[in-house]
């Protein structure tokens, strides 16, 4: 009786629940339709799940261990025992590009972690308060906007020595204004509307208004943005190592295989070449997905596509 | 709208025409060498000032010094702007030849060459302490008639003084020239760094930075006339980029190959590999004063943790083995080796010295060692010490060895002259590990003041017989490596690529090529 | 309009001087013994301090920071310790050099981007569209450090199309410096052959940076042409009975030049930043790859002295495309 009950329960809230949030679940609905409906986000999705997968799965599916050094079997091409071949210390390529996933996913998950708070942060402080704060806190965006990113990336991480966490630090830097100006620019535009105005005569206190009324809109539309920096993140920290100023040996990272195994370009040319095409595809992947998401949160766009 | 379109391709055909023209090439019969190096650590070509291994070898092409080496040899002196010298108590006397020139057509005489000298301990730039650690000063060097003397502090042994006259910064540079462009009372400092006026077979002509240096033969030289007309330094910085030139014509040598690439220089035809162990090499070191390392069990261990035929292989082999700081070729060269790879003596010396579970440390490389540097970090984890590894830029990393700052280094060392003292110094003489030290190298910089090794570093500098003189660095080695905190890697190897038309490419252990004796075919 | 070229000016002065405080900050974070590394291993350790009281290196932070902004108003940033030399004569050098290339790349991506842009929207939709985007997407992921020794490896070693690097071929003088501009500075003295070579020599360099870039301006070409394919007017065209390319090219592509055309300004700062990767794999002698050395070496003054005026280039760049999007937008008041 009492389950039954219960079940009851259940059945009419989640009825009302979702007649509450109809037109949530049917945006829902055309989201999910409008991604399956396009074949590049589709693709760009499966390529970022095969990602995820390998990051998180890498000690099952990775054939041998990523930093094992085999010295008698350098610099093998590619063969039936070692997919991609093995490198100058006889470590196997297709190994070390499986744990790579991890270590490019941690650096995508940690900058964006250090930079859509702090951006939010800021850019609410900005926009709600205005003021002098506003002024200081944009102008600061300001100077960091004008670096080229990867050459501001390249001083901090100089200044605060090569490593996997200051290379996060330094693109973290280098990103926060963009999080910054959006979360600023939706802060101003949700102001005015009346139903702040309404809380605010109501007597909220500005913390109130600022977590619960503005904050949910900012972060959709942040995350919409993070998703298209994602790529970038990778690209830019790729760069880094490549230039010796980012991740250290023997980590198991893309842009760091690149760099090492140019040498061996010519006569070993897989070294060098498999790593870069993981980079390729991840990033390839995330411009994908970022794309299609854009589209698809773009009501102009949207309307377009209908 | 047609016109256009014809006139479209006919500029794109043009284009291809050109393009297909210059990539063809036809030249003037003049013979021309093109190298193919990485240029970026020449910093000057001012003898005086040059200290790195690209630069010497430069000038010393460029440039005549008092006595240099026989071609090929590191121990034999030969001649150089001085036909004879004499060694008389704490003086030399070097007779200064007739009839040289300098490229400008001045003459070369004794004053030229004592205003060289006094001019480089003026200057007291980096490349100075190789004179003036025989306690040489401006007023020590005198040019009488066509005959040069340096008094110096003490007796040296005579080969150690006449290696260290083979260094490139005893070159004689034309007084007339570095007084005119005296500014700021640099002696022509600012300007020789890019220019020269010296009587050696070449001439430097241009210098674009990060892209080539060019040389034209010195028709004024005194010795054998040069083969080449010209030769291109080009700047190429990766090897990998200067295989693919050398295999595609591009260039006719390819200065820094790796080891890895040798087989397929071997094997493409029309090119050669030449290589030539160096007295170079590559060291690890611990802090001497820092716990745990500053025990001499603990270091034992490390030593013993550590395989350097894997780090050889790593490498893709082509180095040589070496255990001690004299290299293979030098004089008083130990083969034997004190603490011998052995991972079970490495657990048990940490046991007993009171480390059974290993202990935590940071390992410093510079970035053109971190193979090296990940082997060793494999290999002190194997017996439980579990390492940090820190690659980081040269200069970052003399930083902050500078100031002793450093756990674990690895890093590479090249004698400046070809005698035992130079190595001995740095990596055994200190008595202090203040900042008091005379000698603030190697050993200082790891914080390990070893009075024992110090006086016989001392003790060896002066002794005038040979034979004596060896077993004093022989005896010295052997405590050296069981004691001390020092074990070498390896010994470097430069191997260069060459084109079949080049021949009669010399080199020594010091990385010295007469540029005048290199053939070229067409 | 005049108040906002203003406020923007200022704006523009206020980031100039922020960067330079920044970067000047940031160098002198920078844990290094550059003198030290300039002198050697072996040198020894009075020569090192010696220096570093002659650079200045020893005095109060505050107070190198007032001699740097003294320096910074005659365009001095001191000596270059890896050159010797001014670092402003360095850069006199460098900047010609990836202003060169950066110019040609933007070229090549201007052409091929705005012309497979509109073939795109256009066929909307059908393959020519979908492989535009995907061939833009792929130019928007590529590292351009791999591209490079794609680029090297096959276009050069195995097909022999372009040189393996540098800026011009051994046995080629530079030509007597006019602009620094390979490319000009030829033409004006007249050495054709010169010109040629050089040209061969940024083919490589270009391409990479071009693609790239070529991938930035085809998708905004695209989604501009795009709307604006969808707007009344150009229907009422259409049904007028004008031909397609009129209507496309008249009436279409004017209006959605706006956006391209900060896009390009965009890019041209994105090349900057490009140039450093691409320089340093083709080691092309530009500004970028005298950055990255100068950051590799720890050589402080160039450090300050390359990134300070990339910065500056960049900030410009984005300077332009704001006061263009500004006088030429019609919907934007100020």
Redesign the interface.
């Known amino acids: 009786m009492v389950s039954n009950l219960a079940k009851e329960n259940l059945q009419n809230w989640i009825v009302s629940w979702g007649k509450r949030h109809s037109s949530e679940i049917s945006d829902f609905k055309e989201t999910v339709y409008l991604i399956k409906k396009s074949p590049?986000t589709m693709v760009g999705l499966a390529v970022i799940l095969i990602l995820i997968i390998m990051a998180i799965f890498a000690p099952y599916i990775a054939p041998y261990d990523p930093v094992a050094m085999h010295l008698d079997n350098r610099l093998a091409p590619p063969s039936k025992a070692h997919l991609l071949g093995t490198d100058e210390l006889g470590r196997d390529i297709l190994s070390r590009i499986i744990y790579g996933a991890g270590v490019a996913l941690k650096i995508v998950l940690i900058v964006l972690a250090i930079d859509l708070p702090l951006g939010i942060l800021l850019g609410l402080a900005a926009g709600y308060f205005g003021g002098w704060i506003d002024e200081i806190i944009m102008?600061?965006a300001?100077?960091?906007m004008?670096?080229?990113?990867?050459?501001l990336a390249?001083?901090?991480g100089?200044?605060?020595?090569p490593s996997l966490r200051n290379t996060m630090i330094a693109i973290a830097l280098t990103m926060w204004p963009v999080y910054a100006r959006l979360a600023r620019g939706e802060t101003l535009s949700i102001k005015e509307r009346t139903f702040i105005e309404a809380e605010r005569a109501l007597g909220t206190s500005n913390f109130r208004i600022l977590v619960f009324n503005i904050l949910p809109i900012c972060v959709s539309t942040l995350i919409v943005r993070a998703t298209l920096d994602m790529?970038n993140i990778i690209?830019i920290a790729?760069?880094m190592s490549?230039?010796?100023?980012g991740a250290q040996p023997p980590t198991p990272d893309w842009?760091l295989m690149?760099s090492t195994g140019?040498n061996f370009?010519?006569n070993q040319?897989w070294v060098?070449?498999f790593p870069?095409?993981a980079?390729?595809l991840a990033?390839?992947g995330?411009?994908?997905l970022g794309?299609g998401i854009r589209d698809i949160s773009d009501p102009?766009l949207r309307r377009?596509r209908q | 709208m047609l016109k256009s379109k014809r006139t479209l391709i006919l500029s794109l055909m043009m284009?291809l025409a050109?393009?297909l023209?210059?990539?063809g090439?036809v030249?003037a019969a003049e013979k021309?060498m093109?190298i193919g190096m990485n240029t970026?650590p020449i910093?000057?070509l001012d003898p005086a000032k040059a200290?790195?291994f690209e630069g010497s070898w430069i000038l010393d092409n460029v440039y005549d010094k008092l006595v240099r080496f026989k071609p090929g040899s590191a121990s034999e002196i030969e001649p150089g702007i001085a036909e004879s010298w004499e060694f008389s108590g704490n003086n030399i006397t070097f007779t200064i030849r007739d009839g040289a020139k300098f490229s400008n057509g001045d003459p070369v005489d004794a004053e030229a060459v004592a205003y060289s000298l006094k001019r480089v301990v003026k200057l007291?730039?980096?490349?100075s302490?190789v004179i003036t650690q025989f306690g040489v000063t401006e007023d020590s060097i005198k040019a009488i008639g066509n005959k040069v003397q340096i008094i110096m502090d003490k007796a040296y042994s005579p080969s150690l003084v006449l290696s260290c006259m083979t260094y490139s910064v005893t070159g004689t540079v034309n007084p007339k020239v570095a007084e005119e462009h005296n500014v700021e009372g640099d002696m022509g400092m600012?300007y020789l760094?890019e220019n020269s006026v010296g009587s050696g077979p070449y001439k430097l002509v241009?210098w674009?930075?990060?892209?080539?240096l060019?040389f034209e033969v010195n028709e004024n030289y005194w010795g054998t006339k040069p083969e080449i007309d010209k030769i291109?330094i080009?700047?190429?910085?990766?090897s990998s980029?200067q295989l693919?030139?050398l295999?595609?014509g591009?260039?006719d040598v390819a200065w820094n190959l790796e080891h890895d690439q040798i087989p397929d220089v071997e094997k493409t035809k029309g090119v050669y590999t030449l290589s030539k162990p160096q007295f170079k090499l590559i060291y690890f070191g611990m802090n001497g004063q820092t716990p745990p390392t500053d025990n001499v069990l603990v270091r034992r261990a490390v030593k013993s943790a550590i395989d350097v035929e894997a780090v050889i292989k790593a490498v893709g082999g082509g180095v040589t083995e070496l255990h001690t700081f004299i290299p293979k070729g030098m004089f008083a060269y130990y083969d034997g080796e004190e603490v011998p790879y052995n991972p079970e003596k490495a657990k048990e010396l940490l046991a007993e010295a009171g480390y059974p579970n290993g202990f935590e440390i940071t390992l410093t490389v510079p970035?053109f060692l971190s193979t090296e540097g990940t082997v060793v970090k494999s290999y002190l984890e194997q017996v439980g010490i579990k390492t940090n590894l820190e690659v980081i830029?040269?200069?970052?990393l003399?930083?902050?060895y500078?100031e002793q700052g450093l756990e674990l280094v690895m890093?590479?060392?090249?004698a400046?002259y070809a005698d035992p003292d130079a190595n001995a110094k740095?990596f055994a003489h200190c008595r202090t590990t203040s900042d008091e030290a005379t000698?603030?190298?190697l050993a200082w910089r790891n914080a390990y003041a070893n009075p024992e090794f110090t006086d016989m570093v001392e003790k060896a500098a002066f002794i005038q017989d040979r034979d004596e003189r060896e077993k004093v660095y022989l005896e010295l080695q052997k405590k050296w490596q069981s004691d001390g905190i020092f074990k070498i890697l390896y010994q470097m190897t430069i191997q260069l690529g060459l084109n079949d038309r080049v021949g009669n490419f010399i080199l020594n252990e010091l990385t010295q090529t007469p540029w005048e004796l290199i053939t070229l075919k067409d | 309009m005049l108040k906002y070229v203003i406020k923007r000016l200022i704006?523009f002065v206020?980031?100039?001087f922020?960067?330079v405080t920044?970067?000047f900050f940031?160098?002198h974070?920078?844990?290094?013994?550059?003198v030290?590394?300039?002198?050697?291993?072996?040198?020894?350790?009075e020569?090192?301090e010696?220096m570093e009281r002659q650079l200045g290196l020893d005095l109060p932070l505050g107070q190198q920071y007032t001699r740097y902004l003294k320096g910074l108003i005659n365009w001095n940033f001191g000596i270059s310790?890896?050159?010797?030399?001014q670092v402003s004569e360095?850069l006199r050098?460098?900047f010609p050099a990836t202003m060169e290339l950066a110019f040609l790349a933007l070229f090549i991506a201007i052409i091929l981007g705005i012309s497979i842009g509109v073939i795109s929207a256009v066929k909307r939709n059908q393959w020519q569209d979908?492989a535009s985007?995907?061939f833009s997407?792929?130019g928007?992921?590529?590292?351009?450090?791999?591209l490079g020794?794609?680029f090297?490896?096959i276009l050069?070693?195995h097909l022999?199309l372009i040189?393996?690097?540098?800026?011009?071929?051994?046995?080629i003088?530079?030509p007597p410096m006019v602009s620094g501009l390979y490319l000009l500075d030829s033409l004006i003295a007249g050495q054709?052959?010169t010109f040629?070579?050089a040209l061969?020599h940024l083919l490589g360099p270009a391409l990479v940076l071009g693609w790239i870039q070529t991938a930035y301006i085809c998708r905004v070409t695209r989604s501009s042409m795009?709307?604006v394919l969808?707007e009344e007017y150009i229907r009422t065209a259409r049904v007028k009975g004008l031909r397609e390319r009129v209507v496309i090219f008249k009436h279409a592509f004017r209006n959605a030049s706006i956006p391209i055309l900060t896009m390009i300004g965009i890019s041209f700062?994105?090349m900057?930043?490009g140039s450093?990767?691409t320089e340093?794999v083709f080691?092309y002698?530009g500004l970028g790859?005298?950055?990255?050395?100068s950051?590799?070496?720890?050589d402080l003054n160039a450090?300050i002295g390359s990134?300070t005026l990339?910065?500056i280039c960049?900030?410009l760049s984005?300077l332009i495309v704001d006061l263009l999007y500004a006088a030429l937008d019609p919907r934007i008041k100020y």
Do not use: C
């Open positions: 590049l102008r600061i300001d100077i960091f004008a670096f080229p990113r990867l050459i390249m001083a901090i100089t200044a605060l020595g790529g690209r790729a760069g490549f230039l010796g100023l842009g690149v140019r370009l010519i040319w060098p070449t870069g095409f980079i390729l990033v390839f995330f411009n994908l794309d102009y377009g | 284009t050109f393009v023209a210059i990539s090439g030249y021309v093109v970026s910093v000057s200290y790195e007291a730039q980096a490349p302490w600012a760094t241009s674009e930075r990060n892209q080539k060019l291109i080009i700047d190429v910085p990766e980029s693919l030139q295999k595609g591009t260039i970035d830029a040269y200069t970052t003399l930083g902050k500078r890093a590479r060392w090249g400046d740095p000698i603030k190298q | 704006l206020i980031v100039i922020g960067v920044i970067t940031i160098s974070v920078i844990p290094a013994d550059p030290g590394a300039i002198l050697g291993e072996n040198a020894p350790q020569l090192v010696k310790l890896r050159t010797q030399k360095d050098v460098y979908n985007r995907v997407l792929v928007i992921s590529m590292p351009a450090f791999w020794l794609l090297i490896l050069y070693y022999g040189p393996a690097g540098g800026r011009l071929s051994p046995h003088s530079p054709f052959r040629w070579d061969y795009l709307e969808n700062g994105y900057l930043e450093v990767l340093t080691g002698p790859r005298y950055a990255v050395n950051f590799l070496s720890l450090v990134v990339i910065a960049y900030a984005n």
